[in-house]
């Protein structure tokens, strides 16, 4: 099993670019704009972003970016389901980890690796925004329930009375 540290491909040309930034698989394309896709995820309020190269071994010409992040308020609710998304599981090559002392997250990735950073990020980002969308219809369908028992209740009282 290959460590998200020491993956080293076989061939250099094989490493994906930028322009060619798109997964099949999952559907998604990196945004093409002039900033980069983390500071336009609605989900993450950035508090800085990071490269590093490896200064010993320029042959690699290997670049690893970390994202330093907070949930943004109208998400802090969600931080228990984004939390548990998390430990179900990353690609390799990203590392999403939660620094409980400080509440901050940190995405690392390598650069080569980016799009399969920019999809796990957007599931999890798509995740989150289904479990609104369901939290919200629940909340309409309990309030209906609610006001269709209060009419019932008032009904048989009329009748009965």
């Known amino acids: 099993m290959k460590s998200n540290f020491a993956y080293q491909p076989l061939y250099p040309d094989s490493e994906i ?81 939660y620094h409980k002392e400080i509440d901050t997250y940190t995405l690392k990735f390598y650069v080569h690796e980016e799009l399969d950073a920019f999809s796990y990020v957007s599931g999890l980002q798509r995740e989150l925004e289904k479990d609104l969308r369901f939290r919200r219809v629940l909340a309409a369908v309990i309030s209906q329930e609610e006001l269709f028992e209060n009419s019932q209740r008032l009904l048989m009282k009329e009748l009965f009375n």
């Not at 980069?36 to 200064?55: A, G, R, T």
């Not at 071994?57 to 998304?85: A, D, T």
């Open 17 to 97: 670019t930028l322009k060619k930034f798109y997964d099949p698989i999952m559907g998604t394309s990196m945004p093409d704009t002039q900033y980069p896709w983390y500071e336009q995820v609605e989900l993450f309020d950035i508090i800085e972003v990071c490269s590093f190269d490896f200064p010993n071994f320029p042959e690699s010409e290997k670049i690893f970016k970390v994202v330093y992040f907070k949930l943004n308020h109208s998400e802090i609710r969600m931080k228990q389901l984004f939390n548990g998304l998390i430990r179900l599981g990353q690609p390799q090559g990203v590392i999403l980890e």
